[in-house]
């Protein structure tokens, strides 16, 4: 018998997916010689790593930008760097996908230049800007400007790609992240979609399309999602988005046509649910999850991207990246999988399981377009205190052991393992000459360029700003005259203005259930009354350009509920400002947090700016995706506790945190 011809298989083969990695770091020729290499492998789209600065709009030389430069993905400043980045490879024939935010606009203008300079035609551009900053307030943190000037922002792109770019997607609803920072599956749905409202809402405010083309833009918009380990829950979640896509964009903006409506989306797995603990256990989450995304034809991604087993650990090398693009390869071309019509349909269990996500989502949606849309509700801290009490309900349940973390919080008996052998070597380490090498080249580049030019591109940059022209003709203006990315974001914030997001923390709660925090209250409590003060004060501080608060303001909240009197002034600041929250303050704790890398640049900057401010007596600790070798490092210049990924238990961390106060005051 033909095996081609076994019942319910498919007379031919689903395509796969588009197979990328998330990639970028150092500067762009190093970054160009990995994608590369991960092409040569068969990977088939480019997933591109921005750096920190480069994402919140600064240049290598900022004061905010110091420890960042190429930690976290590729500095690109001006157009010679994005030459550089593509540099040999063929953008005609690439699908690139740009995870960037804020400064979209300004990305996607380098990215159409070196196009048109190798000779494309832009209409001929296939790819992804991310370019969903909703979730930057809720989130990641790399926002720059208030919601309303960023959705123009989104609009004005939405509007330039359907008429010159028609294979791009302008932008990637992004409810990855949202995951990350908390969100239930229901949240995850609506919240996402209620951003997709507003960007919808806001295309068709700014009156630069006509209404007839509302199924244009909808059939434009993506999707990216991540993925859980609960990848049965994970199915449903898709098949859920995509049954309420459906729904809204026929009722709510009129698309008849089916394929316009269809829920186009890509995936990352999810990358802060790998541990640091027995990390040789996140190949096979890594794989669950990808079939959360790829099991149902139905809802199935049109585009993978893997992280690496080691993220929890530091910067993936090129081996790693390998392994896991090698994973999606032998799901796609060694399984039946792709033979195969949908697996579920008929499921009862399935069935039900998406239906109650789609009534949850259905009725969330609801209760946020009634506040008046997502940005209502983020301007509120409607949205920021629902995902920091979901989070905070997670971390509660894995610490009282209900919700099970293999090599975490249970078997965590472990042999060593020998892909951890060689200590730091097992990740990728930024050269700190990268930095002092990319701020050198900026002011070369600037010192190298017709300045009247720079002047007038900027000039009518602020100027167009200042109306409701669409903005991308004076940014690729900018772009031609040789403007950088700092210039271009900083004449936006002067007329938009830049903005700081609510925490969250005024909602959040993660007292209940935890028997153990009473004692430590009763330890807060005594400690004040020893040393003579009302409370304890901490204050919890985020150097630098690193956005990802998750950890911080889950710190920041059960600090509270132990009795703290917790300092919190949200993201971005430096180390001066820091100095003076805390000095100002008079508190007795700063815990820094920091997950982008920059941690041996950004806490010697807090420690010697409280030895100038005439208090080097005040306790420091740090937390963070920190090797063990850098760990010795903060500890020896002055940190009194070093805390990682490992260091789960939220409770069990602010007991420390009062021992290293009484510690440092002698009690």
Not at 339 to 357: C, K, N, Q, R, W
Not at 440 to 455: G, L, M, S, Y
Request: aromatic share 6%; hydrophobic share 45%.
């Amino acid at each position: 018998m033909d095996e081609k011809a076994l019942p319910g298989r498919l007379p031919e083969r689903d395509r796969p997916w588009v197979m990328r990695t998330y990639a970028g770091h150092s500067s762009a020729a190093a970054t160009n010689a990995l994608f590369r290499r991960n092409l040569a492998k068969g990977q088939t789209g480019l997933s591109v790593a921005f750096d920190l600065p480069t994402q919140t709009g600064y240049d290598p030389d900022h004061e905010l930008a110091t420890g960042e430069v190429g930690r976290v993905g590729v500095p690109v400043s001006h157009l010679g760097d994005m030459r550089a980045l593509f540099d040999g490879i063929p953008l005609a024939d690439m699908n690139t996908s740009m995870t960037i935010n804020a400064p979209a606009m300004w990305l996607l203008g380098l990215y159409g230049t070196v196009a048109a300079e190798q000779g494309v035609e832009l209409a001929r551009c296939a790819g992804t800007t991310q370019n969903d900053i909703i979730k930057e307030y809720l989130s990641r943190g790399t926002h720059i400007f208030p919601p309303a000037a960023s959705l123009r922002l989104t609009a004005d792109v939405i509007a330039y790609t359907l008429r010159e770019m028609p294979r791009w997607n302008p932008v990637n609803i992004c409810s990855y992240h949202l995951q990350e920072a908390g969100a239930t599956p229901v949240q995850e749905v609506a919240f996402a979609l209620a951003t997709a409202v507003a960007v919808l809402d806001t295309v068709g405010e700014s009156g630069q399309l006509p209404a007839r083309r509302m199924g244009d833009v909808v059939q434009r918009i993506s999707f990216f999602v991540n993925a859980g380990v609960r990848f049965v829950e994970e199915i449903a979640k898709m098949r859920a988005f995509g049954a309420l896509w459906d729904e809204i964009t026929r009722d709510r903006y009129g698309v008849q046509d089916p394929k316009q409506r269809r829920f186009r989306y890509g995936v990352q797995v999810n990358s802060l649910g790998l541990t640091e603990a027995q990390p040789e256990n996140n190949v096979q989450r890594i794989v669950l999850e990808m079939l959360g995304v790829t099991l149902s034809r139905q809802a199935r991604a049109r585009a993978v991207q893997l992280p690496a087993w080691n993220e929890a650990l530091g910067l993936p090398r090129p081996w790693d990246q390998q392994w896991s693009l090698r994973m999606q390869q032998v799901l796609a071309y060694e399984s039946d999988l792709l033979e195969y019509p949908d697996l579920f349909d008929g499921s009862h269990v399935m069935t039900a399981l998406v239906d109650e996500i789609v009534t949850g989502a259905r009725a969330e949606l609801a209760t946020v377009l009634e506040m008046g849309g997502v940005v209502a509700a983020v301007e509120t801290g409607y949205l920021k205190s629902a995902l920091v009490t979901s989070l905070a309900g997670r971390r509660r349940r894995i610490e009282a052991g209900s919700d099970v973390v293999v090599g975490v919080n249970r078997f965590t008996e472990t042999e060593p393992s020998p892909l951890t052998a060689a200590g730091a070597e097992a990740v990728v380490q930024v050269d700190p000459a990268v930095e002092v090498a990319a701020s050198a080249a900026v002011r070369a580049w600037r010192a190298d360029r017709d300045a009247p030019a720079v002047d007038a591109a900027l000039a009518r940059l602020r100027a167009d700003a200042a109306t409701t022209t669409n903005l991308m003709t004076a940014t690729l203006e900018c772009v031609q005259a040789g403007v950088t990315t700092g210039e271009w974001a900083a004449a936006l914030r002067q007329v938009f203005g830049e903005y700081r997001a609510p925490t969250g923390l005024a909602g959040g709660s993660a007292s209940g259930g935890d028997e153990g925090l009473a004692e430590v209250r009763a330890r807060v409590a005594a400690t004040a009354r020893e040393l003579g003060s009302g409370r304890l004060r901490l204050l919890v501080g985020k150097p630098g350009l690193d956005g990802h608060s998750n950890g911080a303001e889950q710190i920041a909240v059960r600090a509270r509920d132990a009795g703290f009197e917790v300092v919190y002034q949200g993201i971005r600041l430096t180390a001066g400002q820091i100095v003076a929250a805390a000095v100002e303050e008079d508190v007795d704790l700063v815990g820094l947090s920091v997950l982008s890398g920059s941690h041996l640049a950004a806490v010697p900057a807090v420690l010697d700016g409280l030895r100038a401010a005439g208090r080097p007596d005040l306790p420091v600790v740090v937390g963070g995706i920190i090797p063990a070798r850098d760990a010795e490092h903060l500890r020896a210049a002055g940190v009194a506790r070093v805390f990682t990924p490992k260091d789960f238990a939220l409770t069990d961390i602010i007991d420390e945190l009062v021992t290293v106060i009484r510690q440092a005051n002698d009690l």
